[in-house]
């Protein structure tokens, strides 16, 4: 019995937020004086002509949501977001130390956790703190990740007053079973409100991220949320696949069984309706899992071939150095990655002791930069070409000869120089940057350590 699309491709891969994926990273051969020298080099070349991006994590949550896998802290209690907001901006000064001149920050988002969890004054506070010692890109894209039930109208205009234009809400689903097993229940009303106050305010780009896959979702449920959807009109959406990674320790992904989780063809189907519906609502697909309107700097950006993504997902314009304030978060100089220590306690000792707290990076090689080039540009274009002599490199033949399948498919079109994503192929692009991942080819993982693809 031949196997459809989607039991041939649906296999554990990596997102590719980063190559090297975070698995992959030589942590041996990496020390935070390398991160440092590379840091400063990158700033040299990128300052004056890109500006730098900075990725603030703020890791407090009132409540567990048993679908998130990223890093946080679930407490009620406010006092600790002052302690929390000096430390990072410790951490900021640390790195002003190290740099030539005063940066040039183009863009900044604040995600978590719950960045709306902290109060207006704490949030000024933090923003103010950084401006202390840099300047603002005449062309800057500041944004945050709100909560719909507690986002106030208060945070949105302070927010913008400093400079904010972007504001993304976290929907996940509008089924109140779907919602009851996530642990995150928001009336569509109290969404509504948040979007209705930005749009007023001024924001330029609103956005929702939807999830499918999620516990007990029906295409009915997709189908309902997207209608809704619909009715606010955000600018850009993100439409992702539930990751459902249980093993990582502390994600929380353990409020429902297995079996509840939408599978294979019944996940697929629930892509693909909605992927429809997007399209006949005005939403073009930008990248991977997004999907924004004509009038979106993302869209725009896609168009022109700017699109960047890096450790923030897609963005509308690329800066050559990223770098991570706050627990968990991850800095990219281009050269070299560096991940913060992931708990409160250990961040607030470190910065005691007036050290950076990275704990593990990695130093890219000449190979490395190269396959990265390759994967960003399939996952930001659906394209990419080794026409120039610094484009190849010698697996190119053993890739091609691998990807022969899906170009059987009709998922890929492969040409002398270079190849492209067909429309049938976009869902499964992760498989395709698989392909020209040398590192995971090397060495497949022995445990499980990435969600499926699709």
């Known amino acids: 019995m031949k196997k459809s699309l989607l039991q041939k ?54 409540s567990l949501c048993t679908f998130c896998g990223c890093n946080k802290r679930i407490t009620k209690n406010h006092q600790l977001e002052s302690p929390y907001i000096l430390a990072v901006l410790k951490e900021w000064k640390m790195y002003c130390t190290l740099l030539s001149e005063k940066p040039i ?41 709100g909560h719909p039930n507690n986002t106030s109208r208060k945070h949105l205009q302070k927010l913008y007053d400093i400079g904010f234009r972007r504001v993304s809400f976290g929907v996940q689903d509008y089924s109140e079973k779907v ?44 189908a309902d949320t997207i209608e809704k959807t619909k009715s606010l009109q955000p600018d850009r959406l993100a439409f992702y696949s539930y990751a459902h990674v249980p093993w990582i320790k502390g994600n929380g992904q353990r409020g429902f069984k297995d079996e509840d989780i939408p599978k294979d063809e019944e996940k ?6 909605g992927k429809i519906l997007l399209a006949k609502n005005g939403y073009h697909e930008i990248g991977m899992d997004h999907f924004a309107l004509r009038e979106d700097s993302l869209y725009h950006s896609f168009n022109e071939g700017k699109l960047h993504r890096n450790f923030m997902g897609y963005s509308s314009s690329k ?57 960003l540009n399939l996952m930001c274009q659906f394209t990419t070409s080794w026409a120039t002599e610094a484009d190849y490199f010698n697996e190119i033949p053993e890739i091609l000869s691998q990807l022969d399948e899906m170009e059987k498919d009709g998922l890929i079109q492969i040409h002398k120089n270079h190849l492209d994503v067909t429309e049938k192929g976009k869902p499964y692009v992760r498989n395709l940057c698989m392909a020209f991942d040398v590192r995971l080819k090397r060495k497949a993982p022995q445990t499980q350590l990435f969600s499926m693809t699709i």
């Not at 590379?38 to 949550?61: A, D, Q, V, W």
């Not at 697929?268 to 309706?273: A, D, F, S």
């Open 9 to 62: 491709y649906n296999v554990p891969g990596p997102r590719y937020t980063s190559y090297p994926t975070v698995p992959y990273w030589d942590e041996a051969n990496f020390t935070t004086d390398d991160w440092t020298k590379t840091l400063r080099k990158s700033f040299i070349e990128s300052n004056t002509t890109e500006g730098i991006s900075l990725y603030i994590h703020l890791p407090f949550c009132e």
């Open 105 to 145: 920050i183009k863009e900044i988002h604040l995600g978590g956790g719950t960045p709306t969890f902290f109060s207006i004054e704490n949030l000024e506070l933090l923003i103010n703190g950084i401006f202390k010692t840099a300047e603002k890109a005449p062309q800057h894209e500041f944004s945050f990740e």
């Open 179 to 222: 919602q009851t097993a996530i642990h995150r229940y928001q009336p569509f009303h109290n969404v509504a409100k948040v979007t209705l106050w930005a749009r007023e305010i001024g924001y330029t780009s609103i956005g929702h991220d939807l999830i499918f896959g999620l516990p007990f979702q029906t295409i009915e449920n997709v």
């Open 268 to 273: 697929r189907k629930l892509y693909e309706i």
């Open 319 to 375: 800066t050559q150095l990223m770098i991570g304030l706050g627990v968990s978060s991850i800095s990219d100089s281009w050269y070299s990655f560096a991940q913060n220590v992931k708990t409160i306690e250990e961040y607030y000792q470190i910065l005691e002791q007036n050290e950076l707290p990275v704990y593990r990076g990695h130093l890219l090689s000449t190979e490395d930069l190269l396959i990265r080039k390759h994967i």
